[in-house]
C-alpha cells in the first residue's frame, strides 16, 4: 500500500491541477455560452455539471465494480449533494446572496426542483425496495434516468423561452474553436486528476478505519466535489452567476443520476437497497440543504434579502450538524 505521506503529497498535486482545470471550465464555459447562445445556465448545468461530476463517476462505478464498496458510492453521492449546496451557500454570503440567487430565471428553479425530485426518489426507492429488472439494472434507476432527462428538457425549454436573443453575441470560427477546445482540455484535466485524487483519498481513508459511508459523505464527496467548487468559485469571480448555480445544482441531479450508472455495474441487487442509515441521514440532509437553496432563491424573487441572508447562513450549519449525524450513525 502507499505510503501516507505519499498519498497525501498525490493528494494535494492532483487537488491543485483540479482546481486550475475547474477554472478553465468557468471561462471557457462563459465563452461557449456566449458564442453558442445556449446561457450560462445550461451551459453550466449541462456542459459543466457533467464534467465536473466526472470525478464522482469514476469513483462510484469503481467503488460498486471493482471494490465491490456500495457503501462507499452511496455517501459520495449523497455526500457529494450535501457539500455542492454547502459550499454555494458560502459562494453567496461572499459574492452576495441577490447576486448568486436573485437574478435567476423559471430555468433555474426548475433545475433546483428537478434535483430535489431526484433525492426523494433515491429516498423513496432505498425506503420501500427497489426491485431488480431483467438484465444489470432497477427499476428504481431507470426510473431515476428518465426522471433526470425529463427534468433538463424542461430546464431547457424554460431557459429558451426566458433568453433575450438580442443579447447573444455573434460568434466567430475561431472564437468558438477556441473556447471548445479549451473547455474540452480542462475537462480532461479535471477527469484525470480526479481520478488520481479519488485514489489518493481511498489511500489515505483506508488507514482511518472510519466507516465507508462516512467516508463517502465527508472525504470522497469532497475530494470529488473539488472540480465543482473550483468552478463556484471561479465563476462567481467572473461574475457569470448562471455558470455557478448550473454547475451546482446540475451536478447535484446528475450525482443522483449517477446511480443508474453505478446500478448497472452492482451484482448483488439494485444498489438503492444497500442504503443504510448513515445513507438515509445523509440523503435527507442533501434535500433539506437543496431546499434551503429553494427557499433562498423564492425569497430573493420577493426581494426579501433578510431572510434570504439569514436562511443562506444557516445552510452551512445545517451542513455540519448533518454530518456529525452521519458519522454517529456510520459508527454503530
Not at 434507476?141 to 427534468?151: E, P, Q, T
Not at 442504503?275 to 427557499?295: E, N, P, R, V, W
Request: with cysteine; aromatic share 10%; glycine share 12%.
Amino acid at each position: 500500500m502507499e505510503s501516507l505521506g505519499g498519498a497525501v503529497t498525490m493528494f494535494l498535486v492532483s487537488a491543485a491541477f483540479v482546481i486550475a482545470g475547474g477554472v478553465g471550465l468557468a471561462r471557457f464555459g462563459d465563452d461557449i455560452a456566449d458564442v453558442t447562445g445556449w446561457g450560462k445556465l445550461w451551459v453550466g448545468t449541462l456542459l459543466v455539471g457533467i464534467a465536473t461530476s466526472l470525478p464522482e463517476v469514476v469513483v462510484n462505478v469503481s467503488a460498486v465494480w471493482l471494490e465491490k464498496n456500495p457503501g462507499l458510492a452511496l455517501g459520495n453521492v449523497f455526500g457529494a449533494d450535501m457539500i455542492n449546496v454547502f459550499v454555494l451557500a458560502l459562494v453567496a454570503l461572499v459574492f452576495g446572496v441577490k447576486h448568486l440567487f436573485g437574478v435567476q430565471g423559471r430555468d433555474t428553479e426548475l433545475l433546483i426542483l428537478t434535483g430535489m425530485v431526484l433525492v426523494a426518489m433515491a429516498l423513496f426507492f432505498g425506503s420501500f425496495g427497489d426491485i431488480k429488472l431483467v438484465g444489470w439494472t432497477s427499476v428504481g434507476a431507470v426510473l431515476i434516468g428518465v426522471a433526470y432527462v425529463y427534468g433538463m428538457r424542461l430546464v431547457y425549454k424554460a431557459g429558451k423561452t426566458d433568453m433575450d436573443l438580442e443579447d447573444i453575441r455573434a460568434p466567430t470560427t475561431t472564437r468558438a474553436r477556441n473556447a471548445w477546445i479549451g473547455f474540452l482540455g480542462s475537462a480532461a484535466v479535471v477527469i484525470v486528476a480526479g481520478r488520481f485524487l479519488a485514489g489518493s483519498a481511498d489511500a489515505i481513508a483506508e488507514a482511518s478505519g472510519i466507516s465507508a459511508s462516512f467516508i463517502g459523505v465527508l472525504l470522497v464527496s469532497i475530494v470529488t466535489t473539488l472540480p465543482e467548487g473550483s468552478v463556484t468559485v471561479a465563476a462567481s469571480l467572473r461574475r457569470s452567476y448562471g455558470i455557478a448555480m448550473g454547475n451546482v445544482y446540475g451536478s447535484c441531479a446528475f450525482n443522483i443520476t449517477i446511480i443508474s450508472i453505478a446500478d448497472l455495474f452492482y451484482t448483488e441487487g439494485p444498489l438503492l437497497r444497500a442504503m443504510d442509515g448513515a445513507h438515509f441521514a445523509a440523503a435527507i440532509s442533501a434535500l433539506a440543504l437543496m431546499s434551503m437553496g429553494y427557499a433562498v432563491y423564492r425569497l430573493c424573487r420577493s426581494d426579501a434579502l433578510t431572510p434570504a441572508r439569514l436562511v443562506t447562513a444557516t445552510i452551512p450549519v445545517l451542513y455540519v450538524v448533518a454530518l456529525f449525524v452521519v458519522y454517529a450513525l456510520g459508527q454503530r
